[in-house]
């Protein structure tokens, strides 16, 4: 080094241009390089002295050329002055270069300078010069801070994510895990780092996994997917995962495996679910459970040909001992009853609390028989006495049952069958069981399920009409004919009008009903008008709710045109309630009676209402109510107001049938009576038209 600095100087001396090089050299430090430079003169005392700076050291920190000669804490602000006194009290102490960084602040401008001061030695190797060159650094710090704050935005985002992330290269093998990894896989951090994914997954998801994984590298994120993971206590956490390509310069280079721990939520799942199939009060299934079960049952193929039975059990007054000895009691008895019932069916069926006191058993493989032993078991079951608030109580259990398949193929119906059969034992005093019979009524809490299948009924055909014929007393003739209707459920089998009409009725499906009966009544007469037979009427029953339809005349009388049919063929039954006693009933009458229809009055003599419309409104016949025919003969009162009603429509010019005629002593008693006609299973059931035309039917001469 110092060979070549001699050799320099040589060089120097010896060219005759020497004075314009350092020139040259003054110009380009001092205009032309765009770093600051400083030359510090140090004194004794580690005092520093500007010796100079060059034009750039001057713009830049506000220097002027007056500062040269000027200790180091005359030119510059106190504060800046002691920090560089500092810098240049340690390049003397160490001898040797010294690079810092920091920030200039100024009035109209702010750099980062990064100083590089080297020390210039004398003979003795003292330090008496120090050269300062700074640079400005602001945009490479700008960029250092951004990278930086990015990075801690990331280790944010990846340190404290609630869920477990580990960072894997292209292979499967992590290279990063956060806190949550550790804490969830309980791995300290060393044992992750390196290992490959594979090790730590159930092998079966693993398989799942890495079909997600191979399709993330390839760009697409996956989401929410479960899988295992292993755990040190060689149990399986039940985990859900994302997993998100790691995408560097356009190329990815590996994947985010972003999990967590579902076994919360699933508890809470198993929980939720644990609630919505059970009843709480005594852990039994619910009805809904019990719909499921018996719905994977009837279309499994594996099990649908076997045959089971359904038992619905109610408490014979239990709302008496609920509130005797209080709702808590209550409680208590179901529970006991619920045990009770478990303990007796144990393997061969289900029990069920459907609500309230009500259970129902769901028995497997089960035929009458085998079904027929369980209830007497049942009944004997509750031959022990149960003890309430300290008190031994008797409690009796009614059943109702129905079997698969013989009554019915799907749930609804099988148990609305067996509460049909509930139904009856509840009727018929209690404390027993019945199956299901062909024809038993529905209780009322089926309505909204009947409801349903009525409104189908139209449309799917389930309607026919039978008719009653009506024989005269006096001659034994057949001239008409009452038309019933009957509804042939697909989903309930036959249901009586007893069962439906009402319904019908409150839902307001009565009005298309009536209209179909109308239209078929008349289409029927057309056909055995058309097929020659002697003219019949046929009587059909109009609902209230029928009746006060506006326009009622004009809906009759299109249909008899559409058929041809002479009005006098049609008659409309009313019952008395369906009159009330006002203009508008009279108006109405008036207008069904112009058209030529007949009008009678059916079950007269139960609605108690006055007799002062018989003389008022327009009507033809009166037909005794059943209940008075049913007892003529066993009950004096009935007698008389059976003879009474056929006296009144005698005197005042009416026609008078008897319905419910059971018997041939009903008969002779009407006879006697002088009551033209009666009507009842004595004589004939309601039929098919068929057998209408083939047992009463003349052919017209
Ligand atoms: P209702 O008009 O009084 O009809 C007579 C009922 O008595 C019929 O019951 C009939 O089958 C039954 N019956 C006939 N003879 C005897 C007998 O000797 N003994 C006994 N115990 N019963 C007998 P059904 O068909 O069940 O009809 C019940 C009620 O439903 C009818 O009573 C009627 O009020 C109503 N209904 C029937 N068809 C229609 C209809 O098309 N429209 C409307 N709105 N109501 C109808
Ligand atoms: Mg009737
Ligand atoms: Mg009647």
């Not at 018996?294 to 193929?301: A, K, S």
């Amino acid at each position: 080094m110092d060979q070549l600095k001699h050799r320099n100087e040589a060089w120097l001396q010896a060219s005759s241009i020497e004075q314009d090089v350092e020139k040259l050299f003054f110009d380009i430090t001092f205009k032309h390089i765009k770093d600051m430079l400083f030359v510090m003169k140090v004194e004794r005392g580690l005092v520093f002295r500007y010796l100079f700076a060059n034009e750039s050291g001057l713009q830049r920190t506000e220097l002027t050329l007056e500062d040269m000669g000027s200790l180091l804490q005359e030119a510059l602000p106190e504060e800046k002055a002691n920090e560089l006194q500092q810098q240049y009290e340690k390049v003397c102490r160490e001898k040797r270069p010294v690079q810092y960084r920091d920030l200039n602040v100024y009035a109209d401008w702010t750099f980062y300078g990064e100083t590089i001061l080297t020390p210039v030695f004398n003979e003795q190797g003292e330090v008496y010069t120090v050269v300062a060159v700074t640079r400005d650094v602001t945009e490479t710090v700008l960029r250092e801070d951004a990278l930086a704050e990015n990075e801690e935005r990331y280790r944010s985002m990846f340190d404290h994510n609630l869920d477990a992330i580990l960072s894997l290269d292209k292979d499967g093998v992590i290279i990063q895990a956060n806190p949550n990894a550790h804490a969830l896989l309980e791995q300290c951090k060393n044992a992750l780092v390196g290992k490959s994914i594979d090790e730590l997954m159930n092998a079966q998801d693993y398989v799942t996994f890495s079909r997600h994984f191979e399709q993330t590298l390839h760009g697409t994120a996956t989401e929410n997917f479960d899988c295992r993971f292993h755990h040190p206590s060689n149990k399986e956490i039940n985990c859900q995962y994302k997993i998100v390509p790691i995408i560097v310069k356009k190329e990815t280079i590996g994947a985010y495996l972003i999990f967590r721990d579902v076994e919360p939520q699933m508890d809470q799942i198993r929980k939720i679910r644990h609630m919505a199939y059970h009843d709480q009060l005594t852990g039994l299934y619910n009805r809904k459970k019990l719909l499921i079960d018996m719905d994977r049952t009837l279309t499994e193929d594996a099990i649908r040909t076997q045959r089971f039975a359904i038992l619905t059990i109610d408490l014979d007054r239990f709302k008496y001992f609920n509130d005797t000895f209080g709702h808590s009691a209550g409680d208590l008895l179901l529970q006991t009853v619920a045990d009770r019932l478990r303990s007796v069916v144990s393997e061969e069926a289900v029990v069920y609390r459907q609500g309230g006191d009500e259970f129902i058993l769901f028995m497997f493989n089960a035929d009458k028989d085998q079904t027929t032993r369980t209830a007497d078991r049942i009944l004997d079951a509750f031959q022990e006495p149960f003890v309430l608030v300290g008190q031994e109580t008797y409690v009796t259990p009614s059943m109702g049952i129905s079997l698969y398949p013989e009554d019915g193929d799907d749930a609804e119906m099988l148990l609305m069958r067996a509460d049909a059969a509930l139904h009856r034992v509840k009727q018929k005093g209690r404390g027993h069981y019945q199956f299901y019979k062909l024809n038993m009524s529905y209780p009322m809490a089926n309505v909204v399920s009947m409801e349903s299948h009525l409104r189908k009924a139209l449309v799917r055909g389930e309607f026919e009409i039978h008719y009653q014929p009506q024989v005269n007393l006096l001659d034994g003739k057949i001239s008409s004919f009452e038309a019933l209707l009957r509804w042939r459920s697909r989903e309930l089998g036959n249901v009586s009008p007893g069962d439906f009409i009402m319904l019908a009725e409150e839902t307001g499906l009565i009005l298309p009903i009536g209209d179909w009966v109308f239209e078929e009544v008349c289409r029927q007469l057309a056909e055995w008008k058309r097929s020659g037979f002697e003219p019949v009427r046929v009587a059909v029953n109009l609902s209230p709710k029928q009746f006060q339809q506006h326009d009622l005349p004009q809906r009759i009388e299109r249909k008899l045109t559409k058929y041809n049919i002479d009005p006098g063929r049609l008659e409309i039954e009313i019952t008395e309630g369906a009159m009330q006693d006002t203009e508008e009933t009279i108006q109405i009458l008036h207008r069904l009676k112009s058209i030529g229809l007949t009008i009678s009055v059916d079950d007269f003599g139960k609605g108690y209402s006055s007799l002062n419309y018989l003389k008022q409104f327009p009507l033809d016949i009166l037909k005794i109510d059943q209940s008075f025919v049913r007892e003529i003969l066993t009950d004096k009162k009935n007698a008389a107001i059976t003879t009474t009603i056929i006296h009144l429509a005698q005197a005042l010019g009416l026609e008078v049938i008897a319905e419910g005629v059971e018997l041939v002593q009903q008969v002779d008693f009407l006879q006697q009576a002088n009551c033209q006609k009666a009507q009842g299973f004595y004589f004939s059931r309601p039929l098919h038209a068929d057998e209408i035309q083939e047992q009463f039917l003349l052919y017209a001469t």
